[in-house]
């Protein structure tokens, strides 16, 4: 099975994301793959995703391979938790789905599990849904994983009630698809907004909170078979 992704792409950039993203070169992870004894239980996971999922807004801290070089990512308490191993990923700082799709490339490796967090720039930029729902599906074909979780993005304020839209869209899109979808963000949800004092600046979550949406996400990945 050709595995997947150049990085993990899964939050925005700087609060409103205007400047295209520098586009990446793929990077697989130098670890080697671990040893899967039972072929039915996931073991790996691979993510894409913006700065939410990068854990940075600036564009030099991707995600690369399986470095995770920003301080506010889910990836890590997602990997701790979940007990599997992150094997690769593509996630860079103002990342629309269009750049994810055209970032995420075969490698040499293979994952059990892809995980999807997009569109947050998608719906700053005003990009319509069937954009964003092509391009997601096009990164999954993309990174052929036979298990598919796509992860609600994150509240919005300036664009609360277009961001419950998208969320209730991408539900249903997975749904259809036959993927595992997955809202972590509901204890810090206020109506589409973050509640006070879970994000510095109405679009990205706290280093805390995006750890505590990281354990979420991991419990859910922990949970498949």
Same mark, same amino acid.
Not at 99 to 114: I, K, Q, Y
Not at 177 to 203: H, I, K
């Given at each position: ?79 701790? =938790? %979940?007990?599997? #191993?992150?094997?690769?990923?593509? !996630?860079?700082? @103002? *990342?629309? +789905?269009?750049?994810?799709? &055209? ?27 069937? =954009? %964003?729902?092509? #391009?997601?599906?096009?990164?999954? !074909?993309?990174? @052929? *994983?036979? +298990?598919?979780?796509?992860? &609600? ?41 973050? *509640? ?30």
């Amino acid at each position: 099975m050709a595995a997947v992704l150049v990085a993990v792409v899964a939050g925005c950039g700087p609060a409103v994301d205007d400047a295209s993203p520098a586009a990446p070169t793929s990077a697989a992870s130098s670890r080697p793959a671990p040893a899967t004894t039972d072929p039915a239980t996931p073991r790996t996971f691979v993510a894409v995703g913006d700065s939410i999922t990068a854990g940075a807004t600036d564009v030099s801290q991707l995600l690369v391979g399986d470095r995770v070089q920003g301080d506010a990512s889910w990836l890590p308490a997602a990997e701790l =938790e %979940s007990g599997l #191993d992150l094997v690769a990923g593509w !996630a860079v700082p @103002g *990342a629309t +789905t269009a750049d994810m799709l &055209a970032g995420v490339e075969p490698t040499d490796w293979s994952a059990d599990v892809l995980v999807v967090m997009a569109g947050t720039n998608d719906l700053v930029r005003g990009l319509s849904w069937q =954009e %964003s729902a092509a #391009d997601i599906e096009g990164i999954v !074909a993309a990174a @052929g *994983a036979p +298990t598919v979780v796509v992860v &609600a993005i994150a509240p919005n304020d300036p664009h609360s009630a277009a961001r419950n839209g998208f969320n209730a869209a991408l539900a249903h899109l997975a749904g259809r698809n036959g993927w595992t979808y997955l809202d972590p963000w509901a204890e810090v949800d206020a109506g589409g907004a973050f *509640a006070p004092g879970a994000s510095p600046d109405g679009t990205h979550p706290t280093a805390a909170v995006a750890a505590d949406a990281g354990r979420r996400i991991g419990r859910s990945l922990a949970a498949l078979d």
